[in-house]
């Protein structure tokens, strides 16, 4: 009996060997890798994008986004190696996101709260006017709504292609805040891998409880920096890392991504 191709070929396909970055560990079918990019050998947070984020956080189906059409112009037509412009479409594109943050409201085991997830591969998290804009409008919702606030950090700090307009995010974002603490509305604020810079020196630690992931990079200028200044390479590192201010009671507490949405509830 004759066969055709289709009766002796069997179609295959391979699965991407993946390899946890820290300990090159196979992480190819780990169940932590592929739901919140945690390796399950060595215990290495990876970026995690912002709607990740989001779906591991809240309660299914209770996400309503808010100024997701508010988007970056070129204010000072920058222009370096790429205009600015190019930069924006092409980390839209990359992303699938408007802008640098993503906000809304949302339950977290029916607990009602307005959320705000930086997301790192935009632009490396940078603040510019429309993320410094979706941030302050994220802290007076949860004023005017009376419920709780959380923001999820991953950032370099601001956005030099706005300049100053960059820059004078962190008072803005700070003064919201601070109406936030007025109000006596509770604000949680997640530092994960790396919370640097701008957002660092503004809204993102002035949260009434401070949570880190473990051993997050944290602080205001970058380790190259400091390294710079002091020769101390090891001191540096170890001097922005999310244990060594915890010991120093900067943060509050230390939760593993896993633990984390219980954590806030």
Known sequence: MSTSPTDTITATHEIPVVHCPKCHADVTLAESWQNLKVCPECGHHAQFGAMA????????????????????????????????????????????LNEGVVTGRGTIQGHEVVLAVVDFAFLGGSMGSVVGEKLTQAFELATERHVPLITVVASGGARMQEGMLSLVQMAKTTAAAQRLHDARVPYISVLTSPTTGGMYASFASQGDITIAEPKALIGFAGPRVIQGVTGDNEGALRSHSAEFLFERGFIDLIVERPRLRNTLA
Do not use: C, H, W
């Not at 209770?62 to 092409?90: H, I, K, W």
């Open 53 to 96: 984020r989001i779906q591991s956080l809240l309660d299914p189906g209770s996400f309503d986004e808010t100024n997701s059409r508010l988007v970056s112009v070129d204010p000072l037509g920058f222009s370096d190696l790429q205009p600015y412009r190019e930069r924006v479409m092409a980390a839209r594109e990359k992303t699938g």
